[in-house]
């Protein structure tokens, strides 16, 4: 919205400044950091007056976490409402690749908030049925990765780009679509399941994010990509503002999530974050190299697929517990030295993703 500033520009005034990626990248972190300071005590006083008893606790889980019970859940509203905000209010409302991101954000954040309410009024933690959250989920995802294709220049239409064989393409054709809803929809539901701990899943979404906007940026500016070997794809250098806004809004939901924590994210948040990241990654041609940023995601879902198969083959378990993140607290580790660790492994992998940019 800001951007419309600089028609009132003559090139060398206050207002040029609007022009710039990066300095509305940097007022759309500031706005969602504010934001997130400004409405977080609030929004969690509303949660708990409307919720009651909060979040149900799982009777299956560590013992621990029954000490979290009465805990409100939904914070993820405030992290969204901050990214809405400040995307709405900094980014090029003219660009495709930033409707197609706040689609999915917001269209797996409604299947997260009927989930979450499911939960509270039903006070059970069974909510929605996992079917229809998947089916919903594939149709959302599905209308995003063809609307990403119908924007992509002509010679990355359909292709799978690989991070370090910068000339090779693999040419999907009609399958890439239901590639983009598979990236989609596991990215959501992989960061849902990451979601189990104090802060544990907030920071390497924030960590991610990040990276892929650095590399959104890179791959929407013809000269880095140039000397980078990368391929370019136009329009994308401005989801840096999605992701900025998305890390100042994250840092706000964090103030409040770190450990004890006064809210859960839960499924509003979770699969909204998770979503916008696969979308991100579907829009930059970066798909492969979303799996290495996040890893931690893509380890904790293995987990649990893990489990369940070897455990309906052999009636045994491999993991004392699943998501994975819960096997290290039945091994005696403090949640917070789970989570911090966690937080190493995602800045750690954030780094390897960026350095697929430089790789020839």
Known sequence: MLYLLTEFSDGGDVFNLFRYITFRAGGAFVTALVFGFMFGRPLINLLRRKQGKGQPIRDDGPATHFAKAGTPTMGGLLILSALLFSTLMWARLDNPYVWIVLLVTFGFGLIGFADDFAKVTKQNTKGVSSRLRFLLGLVIAGLAAFAAASFHPPALTNELAFPFFKDALLNLGIFFVPFGMIVIVGAANAVNLTDGLDGLA????????????????????????EYLGVHFVPGTGELLIFTAALFGGGLGFLWYNAPPAAVFMGDTG???????????????????????????????ALSVIIQVLYFKRTGRRVFLMAPIHHHFEKKG??????????WIISLILALIGLATLKVR
């Open 333 to 342: 580790w403090a949640e917070p030295q789970i989570v911090i660790r966690f």
């Open 270 to 300: 979770s699969l909204a974050l998770g979503g916008a990241l696969g979308a991100i990654a579907v829009c930059t041609k970066h798909e492969i190299v979303l799996a290495i940023v996040g890893g931690l995601f893509v380890v904790e």
């Open 202 to 225: 907030i920071m390497p979404v924030m960590i991610a994010a990040g990276t892929l906007g650095v590399i959104a940026y890179v791959v929407g500016n013809f000269n880095f990509t």
